[in-house]
């Protein structure tokens, strides 16, 4: 995200915003509610159109290839997005046609999601018969899947059990090892610190600062403080003009 400026009509939410999320890194993108958060998700996927600026993903922007362009991202909103007409197996077979995905290969990846989170058995049950925290599943098995270089992951673990969380983690950390980046939007700091590699605060829609645990704690002077202690103090600061 390059000097991006957008938000709603006439409602500007983010303020010459500019990020990059590495090659076979995890970002945690940390702020209060109403930061700007999930106008930052929005504008990468494609559903705000910005002011100003750029959204670049593997080389490509909308602009050039909208289609090419969305086949780099696969997303998992904090709150779950189905087809009530469509079962668990015509999700899947749908996200296989929308990327352009081999059949055979992706279903065998697809298997072995469904087998972790314990969907397996319920290929053709309706959105309607799952609970939120399976519905939540279904999201994570359909965006990971697939080949996407760019992961954007919204307060994941909400209605999540603890044993899905560790299953997501585990895949979270498969794709970073080859080479995907990850976005993970998450209010459960201490989660964040134990995995994310990099760190982009937003305060009132803004970049307060981005960068490793140790670049944080030197960038708020604060040697001995954990993700906690700086979002806290980020909290405190006046807001920029």
């Known amino acids: 995200m390059d ?11 983010l303020h010459d915003v500019s990020f990059t999320v590495p090659d076979g ?46 086949q780099q991202i696969a997303y998992v909103p904090e709150t779950p997005v189905l087809y009530p007409e469509l079962t668990l197996k015509e999700h899947i077979d749908l996200t296989i046609s929308a990327y352009g995905l081999p059949v055979k290969e992706t279903w065998a990846k697809a298997d072995r ?16 018969n799952f609970s939120k925290g399976m519905r939540q599943k279904v999201m994570i098995v359909t965006a990971f899947m697939t080949d996407a270089k760019l992961f954007i992951i919204d307060e994941p673990f909400t209605g999540l059990d603890p044993l899905a969380v560790h299953d997501l983690l585990t895949i979270v950390q498969e794709r970073k090892a080859a080479g995907a980046s990850v976005l993970m939007s998450t209010h459960i700091l201490a989660t964040a610190q134990q995995y994310a590699d990099t760190f982009i605060l937003l305060n009132n829609g803004r970049v307060r600062t981005t960068g490793s645990l140790a670049d944080l704690k030197k960038e708020f002077g604060m040697s001995d403080a954990n993700l906690d202690d700086i979002y806290l103090a980020m909290t405190k600061e006046p807001a920029a003009s």
């Open 3 to 13: 000097h991006l400026t957008g938000g709603y009509a006439h409602v500007p939410v």
């Open 25 to 70: 890194a995890i970002a945690g993108l940390i702020g209060l509610n109403g930061a700007g958060k999930s106008t930052t998700i929005k504008h990468i996927i494609g559903l705000l159109t910005p002011t100003t600026g750029t959204v670049t993903v593997n080389g490509l922007t909308i602009s050039q290839d909208a289609t090419a362009y969305h």
């Open 113 to 128: 999601l469904l087998k972790m989170f314990r969907l397996d058995n319920k290929l053709d049950w309706f959105p309607s």
